[in-house]
């Protein structure tokens, strides 16, 4: 009998200790171009410790807006530059998405409520003519939003929707700008069975964070700060691979954009380990 326990005990040792150097041999791989394991990193204000969004405003420019989960403000700014410039947009809220048109910046509060306006628009460090349309998608949980450069299409995509608890995907939207009234043309879905083929989600769902579009290669990166991953999939949704994000860089990643070089941009908030947020800059490789 005693030598049965030793068995079972030094069994279960063996198990843990396989398991630990398993979890420790993780290998961090990263999309074609770039390389997650070497980033820039630039420090933020304390003002961005919260740091929920970024996007390039201009198409032609490497300036960069971000927003913050609080306080309905957008910061425009050039990483590693101190010069901010904070432009005010709306009232204390749960903002966390930001995207940019052709011609204006859209911001997503968590309720899906979408907000549009034009940075040219500013008096006294104040956007005016904001138009903030309710009840578009469906009142859920909503992080991320995107534009589709090329035909200035809005992508929203759900976090936690109450039409997905009983499927294996996560809901998006596609929205049109008609005038001054965005109007949904279409839906798209994210597979995360799919994402699951790739890397285990663990028995959890899938909850992204953020996402943007790879024009250079046409594909959709979806960040997932829960998840800790990066999600990559081709121009219809179809899930191509996915990357774990090494939590060493990757805190709490929050907002993905890249700018006119195809430079990928992520950003982290701030936390124990790293106490201010960040900005991660990965440079597309020739």
């Known amino acids: 009998m005693r030598n049965s326990i030793r068995t079972v005990i030094l069994l279960s040792i063996l198990s843990s200790a396989l398991i630990s150097c398993a979890q420790e041999k993780t290998v961090y791989t990263s999309p074609a171009g770039y390389d997650l394991t070497q980033p820039e990193t630039f420090y933020l204000i304390d003002a961005l410790h919260e740091i929920s969004g970024i996007?390039?405003?201009?198409?032609?420019?490497?300036?960069?807006?971000?927003?913050?989960?609080?306080?309905?403000?957008?910061?425009?700014?050039?990483?590693?530059?101190?010069?901010?410039?904070?432009?005010?947009?709306?009232?204390?809220?749960?903002?966390?998405?930001?995207?940019?048109?052709?011609?204006?910046?859209?911001?997503?509060?968590?309720d899906g409520t979408l907000y549009t306006m034009s940075l040219e628009h500013s008096k006294n460090g104040t956007i005016q003519n904001v138009i903030k349309t309710e009840g578009l998608i469906p009142d859920d949980e909503y992080e991320g939003v995107a534009v589709d450069t090329t035909n200035?299409?809005?992508?929203?995509?759900?976090?936690?929707?109450?039409?997905?608890?009983?499927?294996?995907?996560?809901?998006?939207?596609?929205?049109?700008?008609?005038?001054?009234?965005?109007?949904?043309?279409?839906?798209?879905?994210?597979?995360?069975?799919?994402?699951?083929?790739?890397?285990?989600?663990?028995?959890?769902?899938?909850?992204p964070s953020a996402l943007a579009k790879n024009t250079q290669t046409d594909e959709?990166?979806?960040?997932?700060?829960?998840?800790?991953?990066?999600?990559?999939?081709?121009?219809?949704?179809?899930?191509?691979?996915?990357?774990?994000?090494?939590?060493?860089?990757?805190?709490?990643?929050?907002?993905?954009?890249?700018?006119?070089?195809?430079n990928l941009y992520i950003s982290n908030e701030g936390g124990d380990k790293t106490k201010k947020g960040t900005i991660l800059k990965f440079r597309m490789s020739q």
Not at 74 to 87: A, M, N, R, T, V
Request: proline share 4%.
């Open 55 to 110: 996007t390039f405003p201009f198409r032609d420019s490497d300036m960069l807006v971000a927003i913050e989960d609080e306080t309905g403000t957008l910061y425009h700014f050039q990483p590693g530059e101190k010069d901010i410039i904070h432009s005010k947009f709306g009232k204390k809220g749960d903002y966390e998405g930001i995207a940019a048109t052709s011609r204006e910046i859209v911001v997503l509060k968590s």
């Open 220 to 262: 959709w990166y979806i960040l997932s700060s829960i998840n800790k991953m990066l999600v990559v999939t081709d121009a219809d949704w179809n899930v191509k691979t996915v990357y774990p994000l090494n939590p060493k860089h990757f805190n709490q990643p929050e907002g993905i954009a890249f700018d006119r070089y195809h």
């Open 152 to 207: 200035d299409l809005i992508y929203v995509l759900c976090k936690e929707c109450k039409a997905d608890k009983k499927s294996d995907t996560v809901s998006g939207y596609i929205i049109e700008r008609k005038g001054n009234k965005p109007v949904v043309i279409s839906n798209f879905q994210v597979d995360s069975e799919q994402i699951n083929s790739f890397h285990t989600l663990k028995g959890k769902d899938f909850r």
